[in-house]
């Protein structure tokens, strides 16, 4: 079963685009990384839906962008979201990058 994902409020659909910004400036498309920026290895929990391809501009928590999850498959994605932060955080305390 394909997973399908679309804005929880305006039912936009990712195209695929790199349309989320993440805070050090590395543009990608987030539903690649399950909300993981590859570049600083930030995790946004919560997703924008961007306004220029045609969103709505509101923010949703990332899991509820994905339809049709399964138990199984909604616990590993919250699994990834959370052991990913804690990582995140800890290695941004060690390494504060240079601004
Ligand atoms: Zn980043
Ligand atoms: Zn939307």
Same mark, same amino acid.
């Given at each position: 079963m394909k997973l399908e994902i679309a804005?929880?409020?305006?039912?936009w659909k990712p195209d695929g685009g790199a349309h989320w910004v993440c805070t050090c400036g590395h543009v990608w498309n987030t539903f690649e990384t399950t909300?993981?920026?590859? $570049?600083?290895?930030k995790v946004w929990k919560d997703t924008a839906c961007p306004?220029?391809?045609?969103?709505?501009?509101a923010w949703s928590k990332?899991? $509820?962008?994905?339809?049709?999850?399964d138990d199984t498959m909604r616990d590993e994605i919250e699994e990834i979201l959370n052991e990913e932060s804690t990582k995140a955080k800890l290695s941004t305390d060690k390494n504060t990058p240079n601004t």
């Amino acid at each position: 079963m394909k997973l399908e994902i679309a804005c929880p409020k305006c039912e936009w659909k990712p195209d695929g685009g790199a349309h989320w910004v993440c805070t050090c400036g590395h543009v990608w498309n987030t539903f690649e990384t399950t909300g993981k920026c590859p $570049n600083c290895g930030k995790v946004w929990k919560d997703t924008a839906c961007p306004t220029i391809p045609g969103g709505c501009g509101a923010w949703s928590k990332h899991i $509820n962008w994905y339809r049709n999850l399964d138990d199984t498959m909604r616990d590993e994605i919250e699994e990834i979201l959370n052991e990913e932060s804690t990582k995140a955080k800890l290695s941004t305390d060690k390494n504060t990058p240079n601004t």
